[in-house]
């Protein structure tokens, strides 16, 4: 624990995006995609298209804001 530690301290950009790296790995393993597809789904696919999910229901909570005023 002492390492892990002394590394995010020392390096704490490089062991975050570590560890993202082993969390995409391991959603690859675990799918049977791949790390480099469990990459692209997540970060060209899923996100983007959450990003512009919330972003019509915001738009819409705010529609629906005015008309009740």
Not at 49 to 55: D, G, I, P, R, S
Request: hydrophobic share 55%.
């Amino acid at each position: 624990m002492d390492t892990r530690m002394s590394a995010l301290v020392a390096d704490p950009v490089s062991t975050v995006f570590d560890a993202c790296v082993r969390v995409l790995q391991l959603i690859g393993d675990f799918t049977g995609i791949g790390y480099e597809l469990a990459n692209i789904m997540i970060f060209v696919v899923l996100h983007p298209a959450l990003t512009v999910w919330l972003f019509v229901l915001w738009r819409r909570a705010c529609t629906r804001a005015i008309k009740s005023e």
